[in-house]
Nanobody, 126 residues
């Protein structure tokens, strides 16, 4: 298993970024993939999650609803996080994580995920 995040950068408030998580391992057919973030002095928190491909369920943290979109493509082992209307408080290291998901609700909390990437820095400032 290897998860690698791409796309972190510096952007002005109101701008957009698209993060990509490339998963080298089993097909995502039966795995949920989530994006987490961690800023200095704060705990790592879930941002968005997409469930196994048979269900394609999505879930978002209240702080990003309406601004962030998580998605995937059926022929690629990749998951994306489109981030629009970025705010300074969105600045953090963003991580993707994956966990087996066969039925029911997708995992959401940090301790429910086994496989993690190394993170990519997102900085929102003027």
């Amino acid at each position: 298993w290897q998860l690698v995040e791409y796309g972190g950068n510096w952007v002005r408030p109101g701008g957009s970024l698209r993060l990509t998580c490339v998963v080298s391992g089993p097909s995502l057919e039966h795995y949920a993939v989530a994006w987490f973030r961690q800023s200095p002095g704060k705990e790592r928190e879930p941002v968005a999650c997409i469930g196994r491909r048979a269900a394609y369920s999505t879930k978002y943290a209240d702080s990003v609803k309406g601004r962030f979109t998580i998605s995937t493509e059926s022929d690629k082992n990749e998951v994306y996080l489109q981030m629009d209307s970025l705010k300074p408080e969105d600045s953090a290291v963003y991580y993707c994580a994956a966990e087996y998901h066969n039925e029911g609700d997708a995992p959401w909390y940090e301790d429910e995920f086994t496989h993690w990437g190394q993170g990519t820095q997102v900085t929102v400032s003027s």
